[in-house]
Every structure is written in C-alpha cells, then in structure tokens.
C-alpha cells in the first residue's frame, strides 16, 4: 500500500538520514538514502520477500547494520519501509526446511516487542537464510555474543546533555529536602547496603545509619524504605521500600517497627502511618512461605495496612501477550470489547490507577504518610509511587520533570492521563518514544537494572542519554494545550468506561486503524496562534504607524489579511 | 443513609413556570430529591408537580449553580423537569424492594425512582409526604406518562393555540423543510439530479398516498399513472444524486397478495418500472432489499433496551459492579455491532456509487426506516452539504420528516404499543456521531448538537418529531381540514433553536473546527473533482489484483452498459462484493482526508465506541473533573474568541494605545476546571475527593498460577 510508509514513519523511531556513501559499493543507486546513525555500520544486505500481514508478499532489500533492520520494497508501487531497531527483537525463528514447498514457505520469523511480528522469505538455494539468521541473531542479542550493546557504540551529538537531567540532590532541593525530619545518608554510596539502590537515599532524621543497617536486615533484598516524595504543605510523605522478612514464624524485627513509626513521626498531625501492599492479600499471604509477607496489626501498632491487589509481572506480562494476540496482525472486529477484557489488560490498568489515586488522595488530603510496597518493591511499587506523584506533583508533568520520574523511579506506563489533555507538557508522541527506546539499545538511559550496574559499566560516560536527544529537540514533543497549574491534583476515574486501549501505540502497525496524525484539534490551535501573533504584530505596527502621523487614514486593514474561516 | 439539611425544611415558595397552554395537574409537598454529591446522597426538600407537559420538582437548591456554567441552561425544560414524553419507566420502592409501576396501585411506595429516555435518574423520597398527597402524585404521573393518548391530546396543540400569536419562527434559519415543489427543485439542482429526475405534485393534497409528501422526485419518464397505480408504492423515489450522476432512490414494497392474477399484475408492474429506469442514460441499478438482509426493528429495538440499561444506574454500588464486566456487557447488547453493521452497508453502498457508478434502489415494506438511516447516512458521507448544520437539518426534514419516519410510533409517544418503539432516529444520530468523533473538522455541528437534538425528540413543543408523516401533521395542523373558520395552527420546527437555547448557548452546537469549503472558481473545481475520482476508482496495487478483476476493472463500464445484468451479476458474486469493499474502504483511509469530499468512518473494532457525552453525562461516577475533551475545546474557543478580538480591533481601526490582552467574556473561562460532561450534568462537588471504585478484581482463571509466582526482573516487552 502506497500509504505504508508515510504511516509507519509518522510513529516510529526518530531517524537521521545519511545519505549512502558510494564507497561501500553495495548500492547500485546512489540517491537512495539508508538511514544510518554515526558509529552504525552496515553488515550485510539481502533481496528478501517481506510477508506483510497486511497487503501480502512484497519484494524488498533488507539492510542490517549493528544497530537495525532496514527495508526497502524494490516493487514500483508500494514505497514500504521498516525501519526495526534490533533491540526490539525477542525471537528470531526459522520457517520451512530444505523440503519446503509452496510459495514463501521458507525463511524467518521474528517477533519484536513493540507488538509485532516480521516474516520474510528467502531463497533457498545458496546460504542467504543461514547468513542473515546468524548475522541478526548475533547483532539482536550481542551480549550473548561478546559484542558491545549499540549504544556504547552510539557517536551521536546532541547540544544539550541528558544526562545531567537528573540530579538527585537538586531534585530532593525542589522538593524542600532534606529538612528537620528528613536526612540525605550516604550509608549507599558504594552500594553497599543495596545494590538495587541508588547511592543517594532519604531517611527520616532520627534514624542512624547503624539502625538503617539492622533494618536492611528484616527488608527482602536490603530494601529498606526510603523517601519518594514529600507534600510541600502538609509535609506526609511517600515511601517505597520491599516486603518485610516475616516469614512463616511470623518474625519481628524491633528496629524495622521503630524505624516505621520514625517515617510516622515525620509528620506531627496524624496517629497511624498508611501502609499500601500492592499485592493481592492471597499473594502478600504466600509469600511467608518464602521468608517474605506483611507488616502485621500486632507488631505495627501504628500503621495501617490495606491490599491493592495488583498483579505481578507475570501475571501482566501474560495479560500483554494477549492484547498483542487480539492486536495483531488483525484486530478483532465484532467480538472486540470482549476479546479486550478477555485480556484482563485494561483491569490491571485500573487497578493500578486505583492504588495510585488511593496513594494520592492519603498524602493530598494531609491524613497520613504513606509506605508502599509490594515483594521486591520493584515493579509495582514504582508504578504506584510514580502514577501518585504524577498526580500530585505538577512539577512532573513537565517535559523534564517526566524525565526525572523516570529516572528516578522507573515507569511504564501509557496513556492514562489521556483524559487530562491540558495538564501535560508533553505529547503522545514523547511517551511513544520512550517506549521504542525502551528496547532500541541506542541510548543508555535505559540499560542495566540499578544505578549500581549502570555505574561499574561508566554507561554516562558512553553512552548518549535518550533525554539529550529528546531534549535538544523540545518542541517535537510539546503538548500545545499544555496549562501550567502548579498546585492541582488530578484524579483520573478509574472505571472501564474511561479506559481504552492505547491504540496509536499498541496498533500501530496496522495501516487499517486510524493513526491522526496530527490531531485535528492541535493543528487548528496551532493555526490560530500563529494567526494570534500575526494580528499582534500588526496591531503593534500600527499602532506605530499612528503614532507617528496622525494624518492620513489608512488603507482598510480587512482587506489586506485574510479573516479566521469559522463562525464566532 | 441521605442526609437532609434541616432548615431546608422550611420549603421556599418556588414559583412553577408554565408554557403557554400549560396546565398543572396535581402536586405533593415535602418530598425529598436524592442529590449525588461527592459520591454520598443528600436530600433536598421540595414541591414534585405534574402538569399536562412535565413532570417537574422545585426547589431552592438550585441556587448554586447560578454561575457562568449554568449557561447552557434549556430555556424550556429546567434541570428537574421532565417532559412526560421523556419519561421511561417509574419504579416504586416498596420495604427496600424496586418494583415497576404499572396502571392501577393498590399500595403506593416510599420512593418513587424515574428512568428517563435521556438517561437522566430521578430519585424522589415521599416518606415525609402527606399519604393523600402520595396517592394522588404517583397516580397522576403513572396516568399521565403511560395511559395511551388520542394525537389530539398531545401537548403541541394546546400550546400552539395558546402561543399562536407569539411564535416567531427565525428569520436565519434556513433550513429546506421540503413541503414545497420548490425546495424539491432546488435540491435537484443543487445536485444536479435534474437532468435525470423530475420533482412531481401528483400527491398534492395527498390524494394519491398519505404516506408519501405531497411533493416528491422520481425519474423524468416515469408516468403519472404508474405513481397512481398502487398509491406511490413500487415506484423509485429520488433521495439523492452523486456528482458523477448516480442516485440514490428508494421505494416501499408493494402489497404482499396470495391471489396469483394480482401477483402477475404487480410483477409486470415492475418489470415496466424497472424498464424505465434500466436504459440509459439511467445507471445499472442495484437493488439493496432492507427488509431481507438487513437489520430487523426487533433487533434494533432488543439491543437499545439491553444497551440503555447500562447507563440507568441507580447507585454508585451498581455502577462499581458493572465496571468489572462492563466490556463484555456492552458487546452483549450488540449495540455497537449494530452501529457497525449500518456504518458498513452506507460504505458498501457509497462504494457501489461513487466507485461503480451504479444507482442504489432501497427496497423496504413502507420505505420509512432502516430507508430512511441508510439513505441519510450514505447522504452525510457522500455529500458534504449534510455536514453543515442547515445541510444536515435540511437532510433530516428530507428523508426522516417528509419521508414518512412515524416518529409518533418508532417514540411511543401515545403510548399505544411498546411494540413500535423502536430508536432508529437513535441510531443514525449514533452512526453520524462515530463520523463526527472519528472526523472532528468534517463538521460544522458538534456533539452537542447532536445530544441536544436526541433530547428534543421528547419536547411536545416541536412538531418536527411528533407525527408519522406530512399527511397527518398536515390534517392535523387544520391546513387541510375543510373547516375554514378555524385558523391552521402554526407549530414551531425544532430547528429554531432559539426555543431552547440562548445565542451563547448556541456557540456550544458550532464545532470550532469547521472551516467552510474555500471558494474555488468553476475550472478549478472541475479538475480537482476529475483527480479525486479517479484516485478512487484506479485498482490500489497491481500485482495483487487477478487478471479476471484486472479485465473487469478496467473496462467495467463500457462492458456493463454492453451486457448488462449478466456481467453485472457475475461481478457482484459475494467475493467480488467483498473485494471490492475492502480495496475501497482501505484505499480511502490510506489517502490524507478531504473534509469536503467524501468521508468514510473506520469501522474496526476499537474504531466504534460509545458516545459517552450522550450516554455518560448524567452518571456523577464518570465525571472526570478538569478533564475530557472540553478541556481542549476550552482552550481553543479561548483563542479563537482572543484572534476575534484582535481582528476586530485591527477591522475598527482602533489605534489608540490599548492593551492586546482580549478581555472577551468567555463561555468557556477557565475551560481546564470544567468537569468532563460538560454542558451537562454540572455536579456540584465541592471537595476534590477522588472516585474510588469499590468493587475487586474477578477471577484471573488459568492465570492462578502466574499469580503465585515471584517477582523478579522480567523484561514486560517480551511478550
């Protein structure tokens, strides 16, 4: 379809074109231009049939380089192009044998993360399977082949550096920290505490660094719980941290119930601290089996604990196969809705936003600080600190802001803000980037799993930041609506009949489902700003020219402008 | 529990407004309207009345929402009345148990609870009402909403007696309302159809039909006698003409009859009939029988009754239970699937025209119905006329007013057989409404304008939705009748919406985002419409077309005028048919819009969705505050309001030295604080207190044992 490529490129990953040099001889045309980023290299190049699931078998040459899967249909009529980071790829798999009958019958199949599959077939005479398999398969997973990752490979320049968005101990300024009540401890700076943590943590004042140790002892993984967030009025806080070590003994641990009522204290008005188990209550239960479990009534006095009945990764990541399943290559049509909650996705979404607006409205509303957790205190946990403190905190729903959450506590999530259009600074398409990058290895921001691991691999040093590039190119990604409102919480309505399916990011593939790009709404306002300062601009010139005689009318200023098109 | 205020007891005297000819009928005091405030109920104390027009409840509390929102306020019925055509159905509660009320009550209840057909909730405590008073309130509106009614008795007589001096219809309006030779002529016209078509007043007086108008269109040669012969049925009417000179025609099933002369008669009948319109420079005409393989009104009106149930919610509990099931629960009312089913025949039939050049012939029993939806909507599609609001206005007095749709039946409005309600109206507004959510700037009209005109369907005042065709208004109005002492009664037309709302209430039914078709000279427009045709009908890719599509395609026009219905025939075996819709539907969507040309809607799955605006508005759960699309639509009425002022300034010449600040008065000040139902439903919620959903997770099945797993670092993406 003539149309493919101009779709495809209106979502996809941000592309510098470099124009072919003649030198690597492999194309015969020269202005065909591949996009190549500085320190990409090409590796090899073959005439393929790409099985598009939507307009059927084109012809087309594959480029592969460390860092993508390029192709270019060679058919007259259809201009499609994909353009695949190879990092997105989870499984690259071989169809049909050597007996293999039938049209296309033979060749690869490669599932990505970002919802879809690429099937191509090859010849099968000489070894052009083989070759590609094993070139793709080497530069898909070059860890397990003793290749750098891509992005420590990356030369690219950008005039701002990402990397120095974040600064915990600015961030901890913003937010009016430390403070009589909160101290900064360095007892992690080596990570020797716990790797999974950063150096840097916040903890209550009049708790010592030999407490916090006895602590780590009692949290699974030593992760104790530390500050995420405080209210700049009513001072409560939230705090995130891992499950208590309580196990099948039912264990206490004295330092771990002080340490507790110490965060209570941090703020003077309110009796109980507010614990948030991110777990289903079966679950949180389970889990004493293996050493873990729950803050009891008995051993807490002061603290109040309910479920919010999350799931885990699994069961999610169970949940995501199937909207995928049910997304592509075709969308159900007649049994849509049904095939969507078959999928429970949507569910999650709304338990998860639930938590996140229970977490909120404890700290909004000054009743109590608040402690979350769920086992580990990883996944769950960070999506729920992350989600209230979008809520809360205006200062995140910045373009930079954003990108500290993210730093900060590690997020993914989608589009559940959508019902808010002004109380953003950024746009759909900024949170569909951070996504691609997500699995493109082209930058660091994302690599390894602590600030421990990407600190022994230097990754600021070399890697480029996601954030130098987004940040050096702002207005791409700028909500027009945008509304500064520093002081609002916002409450999204956690029921069904608000929540849909991130279409433009989950079936983005699919040429069939609707992709307005760009809103009609954003492009009209855009128009009329601009038509704004045009009119101020004359305004202003004639007002000066007025001023500077007063004789002599004008010209009839309507009919030198052309009028706004719409009714008033 | 409700919580009252006490000093509310204290009942201000509340002043009941009446229309002209308004009569109140009886009235109870001391009864409590449940409030949802904050997601707890309080009381509020007042008079409940019911007059020959509405139900309605007065009360000082109303107060609070004397600010700039309050605007959009409907000059004719308030926000606690309620017309009692708009009345659904009344339930009693009775020792806590919900029972519906029908006829003759031998107990009456402690709390009487009325559903809507706008989908309003009303929740009225009579607990503190004298038990005479009771009786007497509940029977009257029990009487007076379900009791069959004589036409006679409708509301709009009485009050157009009454206000026969003070109407006033709207100079500005200018919608046809096709009940001259006149409008017929000019909308053959302005469509070119009159080289083909000729507008006929064979039915004047309505002496030959009373379903048809008095005025129609049918094909030039088409004789009188032929229109004669079985009261206007079996003939083709003209709905419409493309620009390439293909129509859209319908035409009523002739009678069905068992006796086989009479059978030989009619099938010579249309043989004849199609005869004429089957030779050049008639088009191939292809029949679309809507009464076989189509929607029947039963499923139509089963799945409406299923859907509407899900937004009748009578507390938050019901709601927070629903929420859980709430997708597989609206695909079981088949509602949406409906809404597909219509938006695809209109693409289906589009593609016949404009791709194929074909004529489509609807074919219905009284051609008044699924005729009416499909011919309208291929209309909104086809024609961009009928996406401005007098197009669009003018489109419904053509096919649904003058066509024959018996609002009065398909509404129930007499209450004489439920079996009739059936909310096609409904539907097409819902179809239209897909277009608009899925094609913002292809409309001058909003969605408000179209939840506006859906609640208009119940106001006895309007006579556009209150008869079962021109034929009855028009012997009803005394225009016909021979008693000529008494002066025809002049009703007003729902489209002066100056009726219900005032000019700044106005600007809520004008999409901000419409922008007129530029004017482009005649050459011009020539070429431009050549180059859109043509993308339209060339084959999308090669290689994939068979060799037998590749020959049919390319020489289907010169072939079919040659053969004729064998090749036509041959081409439309099931296959084809889909093929063909397909390449045209995905070629339309992979091209840049033309919001003045043709306008396809997606039909996909996530594609079609509810119009929460018109389903949503009144469930306090839902409301997001600050949020929703009004949001934006703020934003953007702001600015426009802003370049206004600064044109104006610059247009007056006003140079003196003033600040470029627009101080404009603004409908929409401080848009980002409204709450998502906005113009609707303004809640008053006076804490920023989150809704919070009170119902669990269900069941995760063969999930279970995920769910015990341990958390580990798992890559989400790999799935």
Known sequence: MASASTKYNSHSLEIESIKRTSRDGLNRDLSETVPRLPGETLITDKEVIYICPFNGPIKGRVYITNYRLYLRSLETDSALILDVPLGVISRIEKMGGATSRGENSYGLDITCKDMRNLRFALKQEGHSRRDMFETLTRYAFPLAHNLPLFAFLNEEKFNVDGWTVYNPVEEYQRQGLPNHNWRITFINKCYELCDTYPALLMVPYRTSDEDLKRVAAFRSRSRIPVLSWIHPENKTAIVRCSQPLVGMSGKRNKDDEKYLDAIRETNKQNSKLTIYDARPSVNAVANKATGGGYESDDAYHNAELSFLDIHNIHVMRESLKKVKDIVYPNVEESHWLSSLESTHWLEHIKLVLTGAIQVADKVSSGKSSVLVHCSDGWDRTAQLTSLAMLMLDSFYRSIEGFEILVQKEWISFGHKFASFPTAFEFNERFLITILDHLYSCRFGTFLFNCESARERQNVPERTVSLWSMINSNKEKFKNPFYTKEINRVLYPVASMRHLELWVNYYIRWNPRIKQQQPNPVEQRYMELLALRDDYIKRLEELQLANSAKLSDPPTSPSQMMPHVQTHF | ?719
């Open chain 2, 1 to 719: 529990e409700i919580h009252t205020n006490e000093k509310e007891v204290t009942e201000k005297e509340v002043t009941l407004h009446l229309l002209p000819g308004e009569q109140l009928l009886c009235e109870a005091s001391t009864v409590l309207k449940y409030v949802q405030e904050d997601s707890c109920q309080r009381g509020v104390y007042g008079r409940l009345v019911c007059t020959d027009f509405k139900i309605a409840f007065l009360s000082d509390d109303d107060c609070a929402l004397d600010n700039g929102e309050s605007q959009f306020k409907n000059k004719v019925i308030g926000e606690n009345d309620i017309t009692l055509h708009c009345v659904d159905q009344i339930y009693g509660v009775f020792d806590e148990k919900k029972k519906a009320l029908f006829g003759q009550l031998k107990k009456y209840p402690e709390k009487l609870i009325i559903h809507c057909k706008d989908l309003r909730v009303f929740h009225f405590c009579l607990r503190y009402t004298k038990e005479e008073e009771v009786k007497r309130i509940v029977s009257g509106i029990i009487h007076h909403t379900q009791a069959p009614k004589l036409l006679k008795r409708l509301f709009l007589f009485s009050y157009a007696t009454a206000a026969q001096n003070s109407t006033a219809t709207d100079p500005k309006n200018h919608t046809v309302m096709f009940d001259t030779l006149k409008d017929w002529c000019w909308e053959l016209e302005r469509t070119k159809g009159n080289v083909k078509y000729k507008a006929v007043s064979v039915n004047e007086g309505y002496r030959i039909c009373e379903r048809l108008p008095a005025f129609f269109v049918v094909p030039t040669p088409l004789l009188e006698e032929d229109v004669l012969r079985f009261q206007g049925h079996g003939i083709p009417i003209w709905c419409w003409s493309c620009h390439n000179g293909s129509a859209l025609l319908k035409m009523s099933a002739l009678p069905k009859e068992q006796d086989d002369s009479i059978l030989q008669m009619q099938k010579s009948f249309l043989d004849g009939i199609y005869k004429t319109i089957h030779r050049p420079p008639y088009e191939i005409v292809r029949t679309e029988d809507l009464s076989s393989n189509f929607l029947s009104l039963q499923e139509i009106q089963t799945a409406y009754s299923k859907f509407k149930q899900l937004f009748l919610i009578d507390n938050s509990t019901e709601f927070w239970d629903t929420d859980i099931k709430w997708f597989s629960l609206l695909e079981s009312s088949s509602w949406l699937d409906i809404i597909r089913r219509c938006l695809k025949r209109a693409i289906e039939i589009t593609e016949y025209m404009e791709a194929q050049n074909m004529n489509i012939l609807l074919l219905e029993e009284n051609a008044s119905d699924l005729c009416c939806l499909l011919s309208s909507l291929v209309q909104v599609m086809m024609d961009p006329h009928c996406r401005t609001r007098t197009g669009f206005q003018s489109l419904v007095q053509k096919e649904w007013v003058m066509g024959g749709h018996c609002f009065l039946d398909r509404c129930n409005h007499l209450r004489q057989s439920d079996r009739e309600e059936v909310p096609v109206f409904l539907l097409f507004l819902d179809c239209v409404w897909q277009l608009v959510h899925q094609h913002p700037p292809a409309f001058e009209f909003t969605e408000t304008y179209l939840t506006v005109l859906s609640d208009s369907l119940y106001i006895p005042i309007f006579s556009t939705f209150f008869f079962n065709s021109p034929h009855q208004k028009d012997t009803n109005m005394g225009r016909e009748s021979l008693d000529t002492q008494s002066k025809p009664l002049n009703l007003l037309t729902v489209w002066d919406w100056s009726v219900q709302f005032e000019p700044k209430a106005q600007t809520l039914l004008r999409n901000p985002l419409y922008v007129e078709k530029p004017k482009l000279d005649k050459g011009q427009r020539k070429g431009m419409r050549f180059k859109h045709q043509r993308q339209l009908s060339l084959p999308l890719t090669q290689s994939k077309s068979s060799p037998k599509r590749g020959f049919f395609r390319e020489e289907t026009d010169h072939l079919i005028k040659n053969l004729g219905k064998r090749i036509s025939k041959l081409i439309n075996s099931s296959d084809e048919l889909q093929d063909n819709f397909r390449e045209f539907y995905d070629s339309w969507h992979s091209k840049p819009t033309d919001y003045h040309g043709l306008l396809l809607p997606h039909i996909e799955g996530p594609e079609i969705k509810v119009w929460a605006q018109r389903y949503l508005r009144w469930i306090p759960e839902a409301q997001i505050v600050g949020g929703g699309r009004v949001a934006t639509m703020g934003k953007l009425l702001e600015m426009m309001e802003e370049v206004q002022s600064l044109q104006e300034k610059i247009d007056e010449r006003h140079l003196s030295p003033v600040s470029l600040q627009a101080e404009a008065p603004c409908l929409l000040r401080n848009s980002v604080r409204l709450s998502s139902l906005f113009p609707f439903a303004l809640l008053q919620r006076h804490s920023s207190k989150p809704v919070l959903p009170t119902s669990g997770w269900k069941a995760l099945g063969d999930d279970e044992d995920l769910a015990k797993r341990e958390d580990e670092f798992v890559d989400l993406g790999d799935v």
